[in-house]
């Protein structure tokens, strides 16, 4: 027997007065009427200054706003243990561009995701094309409720068939009946009566059937046409009553205003069903096709009333086969010619009645809870053996993460006569924090990729200043190179970290190789060989995996350098021996603990095996990527670098942030590194996916980048961007960057090395 599962519902609420807010209700009370549902709640979206008096329901609240608050929720949502969460998808309920914000929540739980998608549009901007692919991708199933939605997401949106469920709107279970009961109890007693009910805005079409009423008269004199429901409240909030007034005009204007009522009401169900129960015709004359499903034509239909509609999407799927009639949009004669037809011809409109009653019996709430329990089960054992959901690596780079044309604006205003500025307050450069060798390296590094054929270099003169940084901070006296400069010139240190000894080792290297001066790079490779014995008794690792990835560059163009061989050797022979030393079971990892540019150490390890053609180091490198890769991938398939909150932890699951673009460069370059190797298509769609996270396919939906100007934010953390766009940050989006776009135009599955072959 199938054990009784946990769902949680996010989406609106009641009392909160929307569509959207009763749907979730209805749908929420009727899987908990189940035996086979354990335990229901809703995570309740609330709109920015208002405060409803939820139900018990109702254990989360999450204003649509804050990120903060849908981070909360999904904290929540894991310890809560719950089995599924049921998403209702509307653009407008969710905070951020096209709801973005959203993806701050499904991409931190830990359990499958249903998505219900009340509107999939067929043109949609980039942005709610972007953010709803997310959505999807985040979800195990998907459901819609009518077939227009399955085709749109098939050919609009790419998702493959066998994902996407259509179950019916709900609708309540009430008897057949006369209208002649409900007409006496609601003062309408012997009088024909047209209904239209919901929230009242400009888009349900109201004026067409107020222009419609004279030709009614004329055949039904005594009709009275009822509209029942509240302005919507986004309406009021930004226009008053406006647009119920100018309802009252119209039907003034065109003489039927004793004939036109218009209800400010927000009914309960029990009276709703009593005003649905008493209309002879029910009316939606929308004017708007792409309209996916309408609660209110569900259970019009549902109670077996004679339906008068436009033909937007929803009406024309539920309407077929005589079940109702379909009118132009905003045609007000063929409009009153299909009432007035049905309100003189009894017979017709009793057999179009009993149709549609009969035809909705499998779209009452239980058979639709049933329906989604199905769903639910299926999206549980689903999840049971995935992993992560990654995208298909046979499939070409998204276009969407398409590396955009490089801009250094940016960059070059980080830049002074001195070299790089550390810091900035937002893009302005800071003077106080003066620079570093660390960032002065990393940007030389950029000099020589931006050398690449396909790319404008940096002016010559700014290459020169940046390796004159790099020269200035050489100390002969220690043998090491210093680090931190404040902005009067002057050294704050004789001697800087092994790290950055070992960053500029590396960026030396990438000079003796590939500067765009021969001079240069005569210069880069003296420099190098001055620099790389102090290397050889470091004791952090990742200074050892910078001097390897330098000494992979330098030992191209240096040949028959014994020491740099023997470094090289060594340092390589150091990193597997503690990976030895640490690696367990459930550990594959060099330390105890994760700390910054993780993934430069595996990929030095596959650099340097494939330059020496050890399989042994190339394993390695690639197993201990994988682990990696792996603890950076939230359950969702979104990219999660290692947080900064993690440093100082031992053997223990990153912390979610704070998250830093050097990580994420890091990450870029070693999967490629595998790829070059491997020639997995795996490995270049996970650099892609670690690029994406630039431009907003993150934990909080929120880009980094500023595509204008090339500026890059500081990070990431729990609620926002920290928006400072710092010299490390800068140069590490565009080492990213520049090494996408070269790796664009290579042709997939080309490894200059297969690691196999060298222990035949």
């Known amino acids: 027997m199938t054990q009784p599962i946990r769902v949680a519902f996010i989406g609106n609420s009641l009392p909160r007065r929307c569509g959207i807010a009763t749907f979730t209700t209805d749908l929420q009370q009727a899987v908990a009427a189940s035996d086979a549902v354990a335990d229901t709640c809703i995570a309740a979206m609330t709109d920015q200054g208002h405060a409803y008096d939820y139900p018990a329901a109702v254990r989360i609240e999450i204003t649509d706003d804050r990120i903060e ?227 209110t034509l569900a259970y019009s239909f549902g109670l077996g009333k004679a339906v008068v509609s436009t033909p937007y999407w929803h009406a024309r799927e539920l309407l077929a086969g005589g079940r109702g009639i379909l009118v132009p949009f905003g045609n007000a004669a063929a409009t009153g010619a299909a009432v007035a037809g049905l309100l003189t011809d009894d017979i017709r409109r009793e057999a179009m009645r009993r149709r549609a009653y009969a035809s909705s019996r499998s779209m009452t709430w239980a058979r639709t809870a049933e329906q989604y329990r199905d769903v639910f089960e299926r999206a549980r054992r689903g999840h049971r053996f995935r992993v992560v959901e990654r995208p298909d690596p046979r499939e070409p780079m998204s276009p969407g993460f398409a590396p955009p044309a490089t801009q250094l604006g940016h960059f070059l205003s980080m830049c002074d006569d001195t070299g790089l500025f550390q810091h900035a307050v937002h893009s302005v450069p800071d003077r106080s924090h003066g620079y570093c060798v660390d960032d002065n390296a990393r940007a030389l590094l950029v000099a020589c990729a931006l050398n690449h054929p396909r790319e404008a270099r940096l002016p010559e003169v700014l290459t020169a200043r940046l390796a004159a940084f790099v020269q200035h901070a050489w100390n002969p006296g220690t043998r090491r190179f210093r680090n931190f400069m404040g902005f009067d010139r002057r050294w704050l240190e004789e001697s800087g970290s092994e790290d950055s000894h070992g960053r500029t080792l590396w960026a030396l290297g990438e000079c003796a190789r590939s500067d765009a001066s021969v001079s240069r790079r005569r210069w880069a490779a003296a420099l190098f060989a001055e620099a790389l014995p102090a290397a050889e008794a470091f004791g952090s690792p990742r200074a050892w995996a910078f001097t390897l990835l330098g000494l992979d560059a330098y030992c191209d163009v240096v040949a028959e350098d014994t020491l740099a061989e023997r470094v090289r050797h060594h340092l390589a022979a150091r990193l597997m021996a503690i990976l030895a030393a640490v690696e367990t079971g459930g550990w594959t990892w060099f330390e105890d603990g994760l700390a910054y540019d993780n993934a430069r150490l595996p990929q030095a390890l596959i650099v340097t095996g494939t330059a020496v053609r050890s399989a042994e180091f190339v394993d390695a490198g690639l197993r201990t990527l994988h682990w990696l890769m792996a603890l950076q991938t939230t359950p969702a398939g979104v990219f999660r670098p290692v947080g900064s909150s993690s440093f100082g932890d031992k053997r223990m699951a990153p912390q979610p942030f704070d998250q830093q673009p050097l990580e994420v460069t890091a990450t870029v370059s070693a999967c490629l590194a595998a790829w070059r190797v491997e020639g997995d298509p795996e490995w270049r769609a996970d650099a892609t996916r670690a690029f994406a996270w630039f431009f907003g396919d993150n934990d909080l939906s929120l880009p980094l980048v500023d595509p204008e100007t090339g500026g890059c934010r500081d990070g990431l953390h729990p609620d926002r961007v920290n928006e400072n766009q710092g010299g490390e940050s800068v140069v590490s989006y565009l080492l990213s960057q520049l090494e996408m776009r070269q790796i664009a135009h290579v042709v997939d599955g080309r490894a200059k090395f297969v690691p196999r072959l060298a222990e035949t």
């Open 69 to 295: 608050d849908y981070v909360r929720a999904a904290d929540a949502l894991n310890a809560g243990q719950f089995d599924i969460v049921s998403l209702q998808h509307e653009f407008g309920i969710f905070g951020g561009e096209a709801g973005g914000h959203v993806m701050a929540l499904l991409s931190r739980l830990t359990m499958p995701v249903v998505t219900t998608l009340h509107t999939v549009l067929a043109e949609p901007t980039a942005a709610q094309r972007d953010v709803l692919s997310r959505i999807i991708g985040a979800s195990a199933r998907v459901a819609v409720m009518a077939r227009k939605g399955r085709d749109l997401l098939r050919t609009v949106y790419g998702v493959p068939a066998d994902k996407i469920d259509v179950i019916l709107h709900g609708i309540p279970d009430a008897a057949f009946t006369e209208p002649t009961a409900a007409k006496a109890k609601l003062g309408f007693a012997g009088r024909p009566v047209i209904l239209t009910f919901g929230l009242l805005s400009p888009n349900k079409g109201i004026e067409v059937m107020i222009d419609a009423m004279p030709d009614i008269l004329r055949s039904r004199p005594d009709t009275m046409y009822v509209v029942l429901g509240a302005t919507h409240p986004n309406l009021v909030r930004d226009q008053g009553e406006v647009y119920r007034e100018s309802l009252v005009a119209r039907a003034r204007d065109r003489g039927v205003e004793g004939h036109v009522v218009l209800l400010d009401q927000f009914v309960d169900l029990a009276t709703l069903l009593e005003f649905i129960s008493m209309c002879d015709v029910y009316v939606t004359p929308y004017l708007d096709e792409a309209q996916m499903t309408s609660g």
